[in-house]
C-alpha cells in the first residue's frame, strides 16, 4: 500500500500553481518519452516524482480555489480554473503511466523506436561534470540552440 505524504496548505497564487503545473506536466511528456525510447528506468523515475509533485501542487489548488470561493458566484468563475487543473493532472498521469511502462521492463515496440532514429530532433540525457564551464551559468545566457543547436528541457540540481 502506498504511503502518503502530508500535505500541509501553504498560500500561494492560483497563477503560480497552475503555471507549475503546466511546466512540470510538459516536462513530463518530454522525459516519459525519452525514458520509452532509451528504455532509462532512472528516468522513468524522474518521471514519477514529477506526477507526484503534480499531484500535491494540484491538492494545493484545490484548497486554495476552496478557501477563495464565497458564495456560487466564486465558485462558477473558480470552476474553469479547477477543470484546467484536472486536465494538466490527466496529462500528468498519462507521463507517469509511461514511466511505469519502462520500469516494468515491458518496453515500447521495435517500429516506435524506429520512427523515433527518424525523426530529426533527437532526445540525449547529459551529465554535466564539476568543472564545466556551465556550471553556475544561466540557460540563457549560454545560447546553447545558436551556438550548437541544442534545446535545453530540463536540469536536474539535487532535489529540484
Same mark, same amino acid.
Given at each position: 500500500? #502506498?504511503?502518503?505524504?502530508? *500535505?500541509?496548505?501553504? #498560500?500561494? #497564487? &492560483?497563477?503560480?500553481? /497552475?503555471?507549475?503545473?503546466?511546466?512540470?506536466? =510538459?516536462?513530463?511528456?518530454?522525459?516519459?518519452?525519452?525514458?520509452?525510447?532509451?528504455?532509462?528506468?532512472?528516468?522513468?523515475?524522474?518521471?514519477?516524482? /514529477?506526477?507526484r509533485r503534480i499531484d500535491t501542487l494540484a491538492y494545493l489548488l484545490d484548497?486554495?480555489?476552496?478557501?477563495?470561493?464565497?458564495?456560487?458566484?466564486?465558485? %462558477?468563475?473558480?470552476?474553469? &480554473?479547477?477543470?484546467?487543473?484536472?486536465?494538466?493532472?490527466? *496529462?500528468?498521469?498519462?507521463?507517469?503511466?509511461?514511466?511505469?511502462?519502462?520500469?516494468? @521492463?515491458?518496453? +515500447?515496440? #521495435? +517500429? &516506435?523506436?524506429?520512427?523515433?532514429?527518424? &525523426?530529426? =530532433?533527437? *532526445?540525449?540525457?547529459?551529465? *554535466?561534470?564539476?568543472?564545466?564551464?556551465?556550471? !553556475?551559468?544561466?540557460?540563457?545566457? /549560454?545560447?546553447?540552440?545558436?551556438?550548437? @543547436?541544442?534545446?535545453? +528541457?530540463?536540469?536536474?540540481? !539535487?532535489? %529540484?
Open positions: 500500500m #502506498p504511503e502518503f505524504e502530508k *500535505i500541509e496548505y501553504r #498560500p500561494k #497564487p &492560483v497563477r503560480e500553481l /497552475l503555471l507549475e503545473m503546466k511546466n512540470l506536466s =510538459e516536462l513530463m511528456i518530454d522525459l516519459a518519452y525519452s525514458a520509452a525510447l532509451f528504455n532509462d528506468k532512472d528516468l522513468a523515475e524522474e518521471v514519477l516524482k /514529477l506526477e484548497m486554495t480555489i476552496m478557501i477563495a470561493a464565497r458564495d456560487a458566484e466564486d465558485a %462558477e468563475a473558480l470552476a474553469g &480554473v479547477a477543470k484546467v487543473a484536472g486536465a494538466t493532472d490527466k *496529462i500528468s498521469d498519462a507521463a507517469g503511466d509511461i514511466a511505469v511502462i519502462v520500469k516494468q @521492463g515491458i518496453g +515500447i515496440h #521495435p +517500429i &516506435v523506436a524506429e520512427i523515433f532514429e527518424r &525523426v530529426e =530532433e533527437h *532526445i540525449a540525457r547529459v551529465r *554535466i561534470g564539476e568543472k564545466s564551464i556551465l556550471i !553556475g551559468k544561466k540557460i540563457g545566457r /549560454l545560447n546553447l540552440a545558436a551556438r550548437m @543547436g541544442v534545446n535545453l +528541457i530540463a536540469i536536474r540540481r !539535487g532535489e %529540484e
